[in-house]
C-alpha cells in the first residue's frame, strides 16, 4: 500500500525541517551566550576602572579633607593603581601622573613645613615659599577632584551605550 503523497512528503522533508528549527534554536542559544559573555566582559572591566576611579577620588578627597600628604600616600596610591594603563586610554593615565605630580609636590613642601616647624630648617624665606606652594597645589588637587576627575573617567564607566 503505498502512502498518500502529502505523508511522503513530510516523511521526506520532516528530518529536514526538524535541521533547520534546532539549526536556528543553537544559533539562538550561542548568540545570547556570546551577549552574555560580553556583557559579563564589560562588567569586569567596568568594576576594575571603577575602582582606579574611586582610588584617585578617595587620595585627592582624603588630602584634602586632612589637609596633608606624605609620600607614602602618594607611594600607596600609586601601588594601588599600578596597572591601569591596561584598562583606559592615555589621557586617564596622563591625569593619574598628573595627580601623583601633584601630590608629591605638595608632599616635598608640606615636610619642608613640617621641618620649619620643628627648627631643622632655618630658612623663613624657604617656608614661606613652600607654604604659598602648599597651598596652590592643595587648589591644583581641589580642581582635580571637583572639575577634572570625573570627565575624564566618564567615557570609560558610562552605561550610554546601553540605554
Known amino acids: 500500500m503505498q502512502l498518500p503523497y502529502w505523508v511522503q512528503t513530510v516523511q521526506a522533508l520532516g528530518p529536514s525541517l526538524v535541521a533547520v528549527v ?3 534554536v543553537a544559533g539562538y542559544v550561542a548568540y545570547r551566550q556570546f551577549r552574555a559573555s560580553r556583557d559579563k ?7 576594575k576602572r571603577y575602582a582606579v576611579y574611586q582610588e584617585v577620588r578617595k587620595v585627592l578627597a582624603t588630602t584634602l579633607q586632612e589637609g596633608t600628604v606624605t609620600y607614602d600616600d602618594v607611594t600607596s596610591f ?11 586610554g592615555s589621557e586617564v593615565e596622563a591625569f593619574i601622573e598628573r595627580v601623583r605630580e601633584k601630590l608629591n609636590n605638595l608632599a616635598y613642601h608640606e615636610g619642608q613645613i613640617r621641618a620649619f616647624n620643628d627648627g631643622t630648617l632655618q630658612n623663613e624665606a624657604q617656608y614661606q615659599k613652600s607654604v604659598d606652594a ?3 597645589r592643595t587648589l591644583e588637587v581641589q580642581h582635580l577632584l571637583m572639575t577634572e576627575s570625573r570627565p575624564i573617567f566618564e567615557n570609560y564607566l558610562s552605561f550610554s551605550h546601553l540605554k
Do not use: I, T
Request: glycine share 8%; no cysteine; aromatic share 24%.
Open 22 to 24: 534546532v539549526g536556528f
Open 41 to 47: 566582559l564589560r562588567l569586569d572591566l567596568f568594576e
Open 78 to 88: 600609586y601601588r594601588k593603581v599600578h596597572g591601569s594603563e591596561f584598562l583606559f
Open 134 to 136: 602648599a597651598y596652590n
